[in-house]
């Protein structure tokens, strides 16, 4: 398969990788200007630069590049460090551009009302592709939501049942009711997705969390929840929520964590936590 649908696999799949590319070559090498290695995050590789030290060490930064989502460029000097000297490589000098391969951020949005439709329209602007999940069949439907990835018209158990949220996803809880709501969190907090946000005050989440934490779930898992969700500009409208929920999800995304918040919980009574 050619590498380049190799990254479009990897990014649907919700998997992470990092593309390396010669860019620069002085001298002689085992390989040529603009060669490729995509490397995935299971260390399977496709594509070659050369082979040897060169490959086993940008190996080692694409792992880097991976993890902290920024490009690297390695310097090696094939005539200087005998280490390179493998009998594959003739000297000379070669720079490699490392950059990461991110999966498709997926947004998972649990309800098709008002704040959602205004979310759907400015996540999508940021680069999200979304699946709506809505008990109603007149509110979740293509004429609501035309560019949606899916749409989930059914009782929330039931959808929730086909879905597989990947580690790279968003999930946020929108419904209508304070009773969707805790049944979607009790299934949201197990899965491995990036974000979890859930609408609604401060008291409405703390009784949610008590309500599953009788259930059984560890008050642990809610730490991650960003709730009430969206960053805190003193939206009212559903458009101006959906910005706040979506700068939220961006800084997450980005790993810009000033001004992302998430409501500690630690089981406290409500007075305390108010």
């Known amino acids: 398969m ?25 001298g002689s090498i085992p390989s040529f200007e603009t060669a490729k290695m995509l490397l995935r995050d299971d260390g399977s590789i496709s594509g070659t630069i050369g082979g040897g030290c060169v ?3 940008v190996w080692q930064a694409a792992r880097e590049v991976m993890e902290s989502e920024k490009p690297r460029t390695l310097t090696f000097n094939l005539n200087n460090n ?9 000297g000379g000098t ?23 439709q205004s979310l759907y329209k400015v996540a999508r602007l940021a680069g999200f592709d979304v699946t709506v999940i809505d008990d109603r069949e007149s509110y979740a439907n293509r004429e609501r939501f035309p560019e949606a990835r899916d ?7 039931k959808a929730m049942a086909q879905l597989a949220p990947p580690e790279a996803s968003y999930i946020v809880i929108v419904t209508r009711g304070h009773r969707d709501d805790m049944r979607v969190l009790r299934w949201a907090v197990e899965q491995p997705a990036r974000y979890l946000g859930m609408i609604g005050s401060r008291r409405k989440v703390i ?43 961006i800084a997450v995304r980005r790993h810009a964590e000033v001004g992302v918040r998430s409501m500690r919980y630690a089981g ?4 305390e936590n108010l």
Do not use: W
Not at 6 to 21: F, M, N, P, Q
Not at 151 to 157: H, L
Not at 268 to 271: C, F, L, N, V
């Open 2 to 26: 050619d590498i380049y649908e190799e990254i479009v696999k990897l990014r649907r799949d919700g998997r992470r990788g990092a593309l390396a590319t010669i860019v620069n070559v002085r």
């Open 55 to 57: 490959e086993a060490e």
């Open 82 to 90: 005998p280490k390179y000297d493998s009998g594959l490589v003739c």
């Open 94 to 116: 070669l720079e490699v551009f490392v950059e990461p391969v991110l999966p498709v951020s997926n947004l998972y949005l649990f309800g098709a009302g008002h704040v959602a």
């Open 151 to 157: 749409i989930y018209a059914e009782d929330f158990d």
């Open 207 to 249: 009784a949610i969390y008590q309500e599953l934490e009788k259930e059984g779930i560890a008050r642990e898992k809610f730490e991650r929840v960003h709730a009430p969700v969206g960053l805190d500009i003193g939206a009212i409208t559903p458009e101006e929520i959906a910005v706040a929920i979506t700068a939220e999800m």
């Open 268 to 271: 406290k009574t409500e007075a």
